[in-house]
Structure formats: C-alpha cells, structure tokens
C-alpha cells in the first residue's frame, strides 16, 4: 500500500492558524486562514491543497498552516494592504475521507484491486472537477456579505494529489499556479510499469510483453480515451507511442493544433514540479519522456516558447515517495512568488474569469 509522503515532513509543530469546516456544494472543506484576514484586505488567493492516496483532508493541515504563515509574516513586513490575503482549502478525494465507499479501490493491483488503473484515474480526475466546482462557489459560502474578493487560486497536491494537480492545472483556467509533489504527468507509462512489475497477465501473457497492454481488461478502451482527453501525456502526445523512453518533438502540421491546445490551457501558468530522486512508487523516470518534451515545446527556441509558461522541474536526491523538507521550503517560495507577481496582473482579474471545457 502507498506510504504516508507526510509522515515525516514536519519534525515540529507550524504555527497555529485558524480552521473551519464548511459544506460547500455538497462537499466538506477545510479552510484555513479566514480570522487572520484583516478587514482591510480586499483580495485573497486561494490555495487548494490535494492529499494523498490512502489520506484525507485533515493530513494537509500542517501544510496549510507552514505556507499561510510564511506568507502573513511576509504581508505584515512589507505593510501592503494591496497584496492579497491568503487561505487554503482542503478536501477529501474521491472514495477518501468522508467520501469513502470502499477501501478496496483505494488500493493497488497487488493488494486485491483488479480495477487499479480506473479507479486510481477515476478518482483524482474526479476531484479535479470537483476543485472545479468548489471553486466557483467557494466565495458564496466563505465571504457570504462579501468581505473580500477572491482573485487568484493556485493548486498544490502531493502523490494522488499530485496527479490531480496537474489535471487543474489543464482543465481550469482560473487556477494559475500549481505545484506539483511527486505526481506523474503520464498516466500510460506510469501503469505501464505497475502492471510489469505486477506480473499482471495483460502485460505478460501476450505475444510481445506489454503489446496488448493499452486496451486490456487492466486498461480499457473505456480508460485509453478518458487518458486521452485528460491526462497531460495523453492530451499531447496521443496514446499511440512507440517508445516509452523519449517522445518526438511535433511536424509544423502537428504544431499547429498542439500550439492551439496549449494556449486554451496552460499559457501564462506557473508550475512547479518535484519528484524523489529515489521515488519508487512513482519514478521520476515514468514521466520524464513527456517532461523532456514538454520542457523541449516551452524553453527557448522551443514550438511554444511565447506561450509565457513558467516551469520548473526538481528531482530531490535521496528522497523517496515523501515530501521532504526542502520540498515544503521550494513549494512555499515558488506559491509566495506567484502571490508577490499578482500586483503585476491585479487588472486581469477585474473580471470574471470564464472556464471552457476541453
């Protein structure tokens, strides 16, 4: 079963930062940070916080406090009343916490899940529409006299989590930071390996070890085309792949419909990615082909370079499936950098911000 990547990130306690619950649209939250919005603060952002598999919301707790707090003692030196204010939000994942129906689909291949792939795809695309949702009725429930405005909202999630983060990051244009904690850009190649090492039948007892894979009983066709329209890998590369290992740059004709694509997407967006360099529940080394390629379209020179995406990309040495101190450290710099930049953009979020579906 997934191990705890929160076990051992804090040694000692944050400072205290408030925390209510809330049932918004059906779901309960937890939001942290609302007593400690002076009435003068007329903006926020909001951090949603998406935990682990085999978690719930009440784990992102310390998280919350550590980043919130770097934050307000940030806010209080400068003196700034035009700077946003800052909470987070946390909820349960699908089939997690107090949504939970059944634990046996939280698992794994090797613990008794013969539905590993849907249910785990399933489930953290599902939240990622749910985040979606909430977020459009957060400010009813939380500013109910309307106390303040929320401007801005970011997205960190860490393993599950983390997979899902990246899915926000595609599917909902208000979000415009994310950080990303040991999750997997490409689904495919991440199953690929559980079910090789598994011994799954589906990948073994075929004509070529893993041929018939994508299709199978353990990967549906059902699944290939929901990959297909939402994970980021299956967004931009397709499913149909030769190699595992290195994905080729697009033709000028592929360019075209790809540079469309990333534009209704992740245009100006900032993402922070942080892998365990001795991750072995979910190897940095599964999502590099499409990492490599992705940094390839975005950095210079690259078929999207003008698309004002901010990306970067750390592998943590000697860590495993956890998120480590200095990932805390390098996740609360890069979401106060994007929180400082806001006075730059304050005049695009004048307006609402209207979502599209992909």
Known sequence: ??????????????PEISSSKHLIAGLLTTVHGLEELSSDRRYVSCLWLLHPRLGN?????PLAKSIISAWNKKLAKSGSKDSPGLITVSL???????????????GDWRSGDE?????MFSAFHGTQLDTSDLITYLSAYVFPHNEHILVDHMALGISLGGHCAWQCALHDPRITTVVVVIGCPDYINLMKQRARLSKRDSWWKTSSPGAEFLGSVDFPHGLVEAV??????????????????????????????????????????????????????????????????????IGPDGWFEQGD????????????????????????????HSLNEWETKKPAFKKPRRMSRI
């Open 1 to 14: 079963m997934a191990p705890n990547p929160l076990q051992k990130t804090f040694t000692s306690s944050p």
């Open 57 to 61: 919301q009440d784990m992102m707790a």
């Open 92 to 106: 349960d994942q699908r089939n997690h916490g107090s949504r939970m129906v059944d634990p046996i689909a939280n």
């Open 115 to 119: 539905q590993h792939a849907q249910d």
């Open 228 to 297: 297909k329209t939402y994970d980021p890998a299956g967004m931009f590369i397709g499913t149909n792949r030769n190699s595992t290992e290195h994905y080729l740059d697009p033709t000028p004709e592929q360019q075209r419909t790809l540079i469309s694509l990333m534009e209704r997407t992740l245009k100006g967006k900032r993402i922070l990615n942080m892998a365990g360099g001795d991750d072995k529940l979910v190897p940095y080394a599964q999502g590099n082909a499409f990492l490599s390629w992705f940094k390839r379209a």
């Open 309 to 336: 995406i901010h990306f970067e990309d750390h592998i943590y040495d000697g860590v495993g499936h956890a998120m480590s101190r200095d990932m805390v450290n390098d996740a609360t710099a890069f979401i106060i």
